[in-house]
């Protein structure tokens, strides 16, 4: 606690000694739970608050539990404001880079709970990961590391020989008030100028343990970043918006799946400048993804940071994964289902927070609505046609087998296979196409790829079984990104109408599958002059 400060810092330092046995850490947080009589109104974004209901609504002869335990159906609440509505603390979920300031307000008195993280370095994942923020309770959380929207590959895993240490936090647990009770609303815009003070303050001078640098014990990069796709221009492109970030020396992409360091990130600006400051000393690998293009950068120079270090990377240039000139393709290459079509829930199941939302994709239950839309036959969308705003499911699930002599399910899911019609005036039979396809998530998914013949028993391609990100029951639009190339031959391929068949082969239950980020396909290469 600091003098004339109206709150107090909290952060942990965990620790594995070399000797010690092996351990595995799925998650840790700081949990606050506040009084239920007092604080009701709960504020994650300028967009993203409402009066909750309370935790008694939560028992069993209140509320009916659903397809899994977090989220229940508010059957008996005490307020009836809040019949009928889902309660699910996951729908609450907010990516690193958004995930500043969130909390409570107590109208009478008009007081503020707020939990302020000024920097993410010490999170996991990225600026994508999302974690939990505040749920009924009334509860505030600060996560420090968690495997949620990515599972096991972020629980953390030290084996019995392997040193570590982690500084978590500081957060900030900030308090407000105001004059009047009308004002009430108000803390949270308060609450936001606070954040904004912490962030400048970051790093802070003030904690006494060694294991926390302040400025002048840490380092600073910049640089510029510039893209060079021969088949989208002949000059280099702009790399407006372009993330870029530090994090331990591994593959491309591999910060994703990374929770035992530090990491680092900024967005560039419109001429994809961008800089890094107060890094903690250290050896890093630069990484970075563009807006608009597939795949991930990194530098290919491990990067020491000393104290008090101005590194100037100069330009770099990230040349994303291409074989030949773009014969279609669906979706924005941004890491997110988000631009393909949303569906509205089942009217049994509103959180009315997200009705005529941005976030349409947090409502409950929507893995449910595929059947609905698509009760007999399957995704198909046809290439110049079809709009995949409005023709393009969100997310690829199984679909509930239902008896026809019966009016509920069996309890039994089949898997579900999609198509991709187009049209091609002339193919070289003997030169390879290329199938880009970009993953927003997967969850115990097998994704199998046939040309023109959808009862082969060998797909042209299979991912395999991959994911355990559960963003689909957690009403997520992302988790982890994959991306795959699959060599198409020419001799698949005919002129005129040709199918590309998409099955998510797995089918034991309603939450396997996965979400596309984007899909392409390439021609053969050409030759580009220089």
Known sequence: MLRNSSGFYSYAIYEHLKEWPPFNLPQTRITFKLSQEKFRYMAIADNRQRYMPLPDDRLPDRSKVLDFPE???????IEPEFEGEVDDKYQYSCENQNLQVHGWICMDPPVGFWQITPSNE???GGPLKQNLTSHVGPTCLAMFLSAHYSGEDLVLKLKPDEPWKK????IFIYLNSAPDAKDSLSLWEDAKAQMMTEVQSWPYEFPASHDF???DQRGNLSGRIRVQDRYVSDTYILANGAYVGLAPPGDAGSWQRDCKGYQFWTRADQNGYYSINDIREGNYDLYAWVPGFIGDYRYDETINVTAGCDIDIGDIVYEPPRSGPTLWEIGIPDRSAAEFYVPDPNPKYINKLYVNHPDRFRQYGLWERYADLYPEEDLVFTVGVSDYTRDWFFAHVTRSIVLRNRKKDDGKYQSTT?????RLDNVSQT???TLRIALATAN???LQIRVNDSKTDSPV???GVIGHDNTICRHGIHGLYRLYTIDVPGTLLVEGDNIVFLTQAMSTSPFQGLMYDYIRLEGPSTSIST
Request: glycine residues 4%.
């Open 461 to 463: 391609f299979t991912t």
């Open 122 to 124: 010490f999170r996991s």
């Open 431 to 433: 030169k390879t196409y």
């Open 418 to 422: 999609w198509q991709i019609k187009f």
């Open 167 to 170: 500084v978590f936090g500081p």
């Open 444 to 446: 115990v998914a097998e």
């Open 213 to 215: 640098p302040p400025s």
């Open 71 to 77: 989220a229940v159906l508010l059957v008996h609440p």
